[in-house]
Structure formats: structure tokens, C-alpha cells
């Protein structure tokens, strides 16, 4: 008959961090393990997530368990292996999606894209086998013989409950600054920090779901603003990359059109403007600006126009439900 674990809150602070901490390398683990079957197209994005939730745990409780931050620096860097890989292959799944609803000249663009990031794929590598987690076994261990002692700090620990409720105070604070700063679409820098507040907040209110009431709905709220957020930063990207594939094809309409000069042709002879890739360039381009602009209504609209208020009075809540529970 097995065991019920603990409830979290019940805890002293650093014996639920690294309990916590230790359900996060298990996950992360079976995510790599995942890794070299090339038919679970769901196992990199898996590990990415695992590594980024265990070192937001570990920074946000830093002062609960002995982990240390060089830890944290080869999570991220281990996480950060494949950003290009993945930005990729969002943009190759922004084309397939729209595929058969492209005019003939898009579909002439959409094609020299698609190229240009294939190739570009091939040429970094794709990033989805173990090759990409190289490092995780060795630093899995090494996390785990550190969770295993007992950290510096005053005794007797606070419990996890207070500890908790400091700690997502001060991430939703700091969501609610993020938010401030993006004011119209051109603020790409200060909405992509809003959507890493937003998932660190996220992530930081997980442990909790089963123990406070309102965290399932919570997570569920910062997951839909830190989607809005993410469609905006890959349409950015993918707006890049078509700019990338324009200054190129452009580049090469002008070799083209001296070529015919030299030659004795006209500078205006060539492609015919259904079969110019810039014209189908720019016209997607155009489309991604469309998008763009509807998501940020999204946004605008969803938790720009209040502040963020609606999405963070349940944290609140939490907040105060979980300094009762520390209280009693």
C-alpha cells in the first residue's frame, strides 16, 4: 500500500523545495529518456520545460536548499541549446499551417522560406535528439547529491507555507511591472520579459495545486496570457526570418538584373512577378503583421487594460490562504 506524500505547505520551507526539486529531475529524466525516439515529437519541448521549472524553483528558493547557482547556469544553458532550433521550426509550422490558403505569389515566398530554413536547420542541427540534452545525466547526479544536504541558514526553518506566499508575491509583482512596460506592439523586449515573469509565476504556483484552492484556475489564466505572449515573440521571429529571406532574394534580383544588363538584356527582364519570391516575402510578412496586431488586441484588451489585475487577484488569494495556513 503506498504512502501519501505530505502536503507541501505543511512542510519547513527547504524539505518541500527539495522534494519539489527532486519530482523535477524525475520528470526531466523521463523526458530525456524520451529523447532518442524519433516518433515522440513532444519529448524535447518536455525537457526543455523540466529544466526551466527546475531552475525556477531553484532560484526563486535559493536560500532553501544547497543546489548553488552554478547549478542554475548549467540549466540554463542546457535549456538554451536548442531556442534556435525550436524558433525554426515554429516558423516552418506558421508556413504548413497556412499552406494551402496562400495566393500563388505566397506560395512562391512561402517555398524560399522554407528552404532557407531547412537549410538552416540541417546546418545547426535539429536539435530534437540526445545530442541536444548532452550534459543532463552528469548534472542530474551532481543536482541530486546537492539536494541531498541540508542547507545553510538559521534554524528552525520557516515553513513552506509563508515562504511560498513572500515568494509569489514577489513574482507577481514583478509580472505587474512587466506588464506596465508594454504599451503598444513595438514593446517586444518588455513583453517578452512579461511572458517569463508570467511562467516562472506559473511554475512557482504548481507545487501548490492539490494544497491551496484556486491554483489549477490560476496556472490555467498565466498559461493563456504567457500563450498570447509567445505567439507574439514567434510572429517577431518569424518576421525576422522573412526579413532575412527578403534582403537575400532581393540581393540576388540584383545580381540577376545586372547579369542582363552586362549581357546585352534589359534591367527589367526576369522573373515574372507571380514567381518573384519578394513579392510573396512581402506579402507574408504583411499577413505576420496582421497576426501580430490581432494578438496584441489579445492582449490589450485580455490584461493590458487593467493591469493585470483580473489575472492577479486569485495569486493573491493564494497568497493569503497560504499565510493563514503558515499562521495556523
Known amino acids: 500500500m503506498s504512502r501519501t506524500p505530505p502536503d507541501p505547505v505543511t ?8 522534494a519539489h526539486a527532486r519530482k523535477l529531475i524525475r520528470r ?40 548553488g547557482r552554478k547549478a542554475e547556469r548549467r540549466l540554463k544553458d542546457l535549456a538554451g541549446r536548442t531556442n534556435r532550433a525550436r524558433d525554426v ?19 512562391v515566398g512561402a517555398a524560399r522560406l522554407a528552404a532557407r530554413l531547412a537549410a538552416e536547420r540541417d546546418r545547426d542541427g535539429n536539435g530534437d535528439g540526445p545530442e541536444a540534452a548532452a550534459g543532463w545525466s552528469a548534472l542530474s547526479r551532481d543536482l541530486t547529491q546537492r539536494l541531498a544536504r541540508d542547507p545553510d541558514g538559521a534554524q528552525p526553518p520557516p515553513p513552506f507555507a509563508a515562504t511560498a506566499a513572500a ?52 496556472t490555467r489564466a498565466l498559461a493563456s496570457l ?21 534582403r537575400e532574394a532581393a540581393a540576388e534580383g540584383a545580381d540577376r538584373r545586372l ?11 526576369g522573373t515574372p512577378e507571380a514567381a518573384d519570391p519578394e513579392v510573396g516575402l512581402l506579402s507574408l510578412a504583411a499577413r505576420a503583421g496582421r ?32 499565510d493563514a495556513r503558515a499562521g495556523g
Open 11 to 18: 512542510l519547513p520551507a527547504p524539505e518541500a523545495v527539495r
Open 28 to 67: 526531466t529524466g523521463r523526458a530525456y529518456r524520451r529523447l532518442g525516439d524519433g516518433d515522440d515529437p513532444e519529448a524535447l519541448h518536455d525537457f526543455r520545460v523540466g529544466l526551466r521549472r527546475l531552475r525556477t524553483l531553484l532560484r526563486a528558493y535559493r536560500p532553501f536548499q544547497a543546489a
Open 89 to 107: 521550426e515554429v516558423a516552418l509550422a506558421w508556413l504548413d499551417a497556412r499552406r494551402e490558403g496562400l495566393a500563388p505569389h505566397e506560395g
Open 167 to 218: 515568494c509569489l508575491r514577489e513574482h507577481a509583482g514583478r509580472l505587474r511591472e512587466q506588464l506596465a512596460e508594454v504599451r503598444e506592439i513595438a514593446d517586444q523586449e518588455a513583453a517578452h520579459r512579461a511572458r517569463i515573469a508570467a511562467k516562472r509565476l506559473r511554475y512557482l504556483l504548481e507545487p501548490l495545486a492539490g494544497s491551496v484552492d484556486g491554483v489549477n484556475a490560476a
Open 226 to 246: 504567457q500563450d498570447t505572449l509567445g505567439t507574439l515573440h514567434d510572429l517577431e521571429v518569424l518576421i525576422g526570418h522573412l526579413g532575412d529571406a527578403l
Open 259 to 269: 547579369a542582363a544588363v552586362v549581357t546585352g538584356g534589359h534591367a527589367g527582364s
Open 291 to 322: 497576426e501580430q496586431a490581432e494578438r496584441f488586441k489579445e492582449l490589450g484588451d485580455g490584461y493590458l487594460s487593467d493591469g493585470g489585475g483580473r489575472l492577479l487577484a486569485p495569486v493573491e488569494k493564494i497568497c493569503a490562504a497560504l
